[in-house]
């Protein structure tokens, strides 16, 4: 399963540790959640035309040793230079995105990622939720464009990426949710 793999290989970056307040005023939430608008979110399904909008010198390839631990399965991934917070794009082949970054902080990245959806006249809907809130499912409605699957992940201090940012367009097998339903199945 494509969304199993995705989160295999965001787990697999982590390293726990104890958990630490999180920083306030850090710039590393607004350059992660701007990082993912300007590209995953922009590129849907599109490998191609993301890996094209992301030019050197901001955006350098992994080697492959490097981003080996990274990508779960074939894709590419990049390091984003002059960066807060160490952050990178993974471009899979079969059109999934991911941004990531670490010292990111989790509540101040929730609220950088709802302002950049709301300027975009975006709906963000949850669809879901792990007991501890690391792991969360989103619908996102786009004006204009189809929708999107988001899948935030959020690891402790201490992990390699503490917090990715997955984003698919929405599989067309999916099921749509019954109206008043209030819940939609995801990927």
Do not use: N
């Not at 992301?54 to 590419?76: F, I, N």
């Not at 067309?172 to 949710?177: M, N, R, V």
């Amino acid at each position: 399963m494509v969304l199993g793999s995705v989160v295999a290989g965001s787990m697999a970056c982590s390293a726990f540790a104890a958990q630490a307040p999180e920083p306030a005023g850090r710039p590393e939430a607004a350059a992660l959640a701007g990082l993912f608008m300007r590209s995953c979110f922009l590129h849907p399904g599109d490998a191609t035309g993301l890996r094209a909008a992301l030019v050197a010198p901001d955006a350098v390839p992994m080697r492959a040793d490097q981003a080996a631990g990274l990508l779960p399965r074939p894709g590419m991934a990049f390091r984003i230079a002059h960066a807060p917070g160490h952050l990178m794009v993974l471009s899979f082949d079969d059109g999934w995105c991911g941004a990531g970054g670490i010292q990111v902080a989790s509540k101040a990245l929730t609220l950088a990622l709802s302002q950049s959806m709301a300027r975009q006249g975006t709906d963000m809907t949850l669809m879901g939720a792990s007991a501890d809130g690391r792991e969360q499912r989103y619908l996102l409605l786009p004006p204009g464009r189809p929708a999107l699957v988001l899948l935030v992940l959020l690891q402790p201090a201490g992990a390699l990426m503490q917090a990715s940012l997955f984003a698919a367009p929405m599989p067309d097998a999916a099921p749509e949710a019954k109206p008043g339903s209030g819940s939609a199945r995801g990927p």
